[in-house]
C-alpha cells in the first residue's frame, strides 16, 4: 500500500451534521431512535469510530479533517432491498401489467446482457444512480447471463460497497434465447459464489426469477445449492400479482401455495428476501414468520404495475420481517426518499399511518436487522462499516420555505419523502469514501 494511502486510512475524518439513526433493534421506530442536532461522527480505516455530540467531543480528535455539514442531515446509507440492475434503461417504460410488461419491455431488454461490454456499461451507470440517491447497499437481480453477473460485481467491488446481488436462473415460460438450464444455473451460479461471496464486502444472492420461469428441475437444482452454501442470500419473487398466482397454481398444483413451491425446495430461509408479497395466504404468513424470511416492500412498482397495496400493518403483526425497496425498472425512481413516500401512502389507501421514523427504519436498521448484516450496516454504530448519506432539508425554494419555521426530525423526514429527489443528496459515502458529491454544494471547509 502507498504511503499516502496507508496515511488515510489512517487519519480519522470528522464530520459535523444533525445525526439520526437507530442504535438497536426497534419495535417503535417513532419512539426508539438517536438524534443529535449539533453532532459529530468520526471515522477511521472505513469504519465508524465515533458518534456524540460536536461541541463535547471535538477536541478529543485534533488531528482530524473535519466535514462541516452544519445544519444538514447525516443517516445511515440506504439500503434498496430488491431492484434489477438490467431494467435501469427500461424505467418508467409505458404501463402493462406484470406478465405482459416482462414480456414486452423486460426480456428484450435483458438480452442485450450477453455482451460484457454492454453489461459493464450499464453497471456503471446502476451503480452511480443508487449512490446518487443515497444507497450504499443493494440487493439486486442481474441477468440470466454469468458475464453480466461478473461485471456488476466489479463496479461494486471498484467501490468497496456491500452489495448482494446473483445472476438470474430461469428455464422455461420465457424466450428461448433468455433461458439457461438445470445444470447450468447450478454451476454458473456455483461458479459465481465462489468467485465472488464474501470477497470484500460482497455477498451473493441464489436467484430464481419467480417460480413460473424455473422448472421443477431447476429449483431442485437451485435448493442443493443452497444446502451447500448455507451463509448465501436467496432472492426471488412472491404473490405480487392475482394472474401470477392463479398460473403458478397451474404449474405447481402438488403445492399448498407459491410460497411452498420455494419451500418444498429448501429456499425459504433467514436470508431469503422474496419480493412483494402483496397477496398471502395466512399459511405462508405464518411460514415466513417461522423462518424469519422478509418481505421487501416495493410500493412504486406495485402502483405503476396495478399490482395491489401491501399490507404493513398485517405483516407486523405476523412478526415477519419487511423492508422498502425501489423495485427498479418496475419500480419508478431509484429515490429510496420517494419510495418511502410512496409506502405511506399505500399504507393511508389500507388504513394505516407509517410514521416517517417507521420509513426510515425500514430501510436503514430493519432493513440490515432483516439481512442479518446488522453489525455492518444499517446504523451509525461504532464499528459498523462508514457507510452514510448527508441531506440538505432544504434543497430548493419550497423545501427551504417548507421548514422555515418547524425542522423536527420527523417533519424533516416526512417532508422529504414527499418533496425530495437526488438534489436533497449533498454526499455519500461508502466505507468511508465519498462516491457521490453534489455539484452544487460544498462544505464549509474542510480542516
Known sequence: ???????????????????LHFPEKSDCPKQQYQFIEDGLLVTRNDKIEFIGEY??????????????????????????????????????????????WLTDYTFPVERKFADPQYASHIAKIFVRQLHRHGTTTGMVYSSVHKQAADALFQEAASHNMLLIAGKVCMD???????????????????ELIQKWHNKGRLK?????????TSSHEQLHALGELAQQYPDVFIQTHLSENHNEIAWVKELFPERKNYLDVYDHYGLVRKGA?????????????????????SIAFCPTSNLFL??????????????????????????????MLKTMGEAYKICQLKGNQMDPMHGLYLMTQGAALGLGLENSIGNLNPGT??????????FDELSALRFEHHRTPQDMLFALSMMADDRAIIATY?????????????????Q
Open 1 to 19: 500500500m502507498a504511503v499516502s494511502e496507508n496515511y488515510r486510512l489512517n487519519t480519522a475524518q470528522a464530520y459535523r451534521a444533525s445525526i
Open 55 to 100: 461541541k463535547n467531543h471535538i477536541n478529543q480528535y485534533p488531528e482530524a479533517k473535519l466535514y462541516d455539514y452544519s445544519g444538514k442531515l447525516l443517516l445511515p446509507g440506504f439500503i434498496d432491498s430488491h431492484l434489477h440492475f438490467p431494467q435501469t434503461e427500461m424505467i418508467a417504460s409505458f404501463g402493462e401489467q406484470l406478465l405482459d
Open 172 to 190: 422455461r415460460n420465457s424466450p428461448d434465447w433468455l433461458q439457461d438450464t438445470p445444470q447450468s444455473a447450478q454451476q454458473d451460479s456455483a
Open 204 to 212: 451473493y444472492a441464489i436467484t430464481p426469477r419467480f417460480a413460473p
Open 273 to 293: 428476501v422474496f419480493g412483494h408479497g402483496i397477496h398471502l395466504e395466512q399459511s405462508e404468513w405464518q411460514r415466513l414468520q417461522e423462518t424469519q424470511a
Open 306 to 335: 396495478g399490482s395491489g397495496l401491501f399490507d404493513l400493518a398485517k405483516a407486523e403483526q405476523q412478526e415477519v420481517p419487511v423492508m422498502l425497496a425501489t423495485d427498479v425498472g418496475g419500480g419508478t425512481s431509484f429515490s
Open 385 to 394: 462499516a462508514a457507510d452514510f448519506v448527508i441531506l440538505d432539508p432544504e
Open 430 to 446: 461508502v466505507a468511508g469514501t465519498a462516491v457521490y458529491q453534489s455539484d452544487t454544494f460544498t462544505t464549509k471547509g474542510a
